[in-house]
């Protein structure tokens, strides 16, 4: 099974992450059990459930984005009127 990064995971829900967690221990289970297929179509559920996560993850990073933009804008006015 393949995790999410830890940047994805903290921005889960608590009941996104409660879900997570179960299945991933459902998945890992099945490899275990070398019930490759199954695994597959866990893993693709969980693909599905971070999804929300990884959009707020960008969003966070477009605001960053726009904050640094703004604060070196300021610096250039600021440099002008020098």
Do not use: F, W
């Amino acid at each position: 099974m393949r995790h999410c990064s830890v940047q994805v995971r903290g921005l889960l829900t608590r009941e996104e992450l409660d879900r997570y967690n179960a299945l991933m221990e459902v998945g890992s289970y099945l490899e275990s059990q070398e019930k490759y297929d199954l695994a597959y179509t866990v893993q693709k559920e969980i693909d599905i459930l971070i999804l929300p996560a990884i959009e707020r993850l960008k969003d966070k990073s477009r605001a960053r984005d726009r904050a640094t933009a703004q604060y070196l804008e300021s610096l250039r006015e600021d440099n002008g009127e020098d």
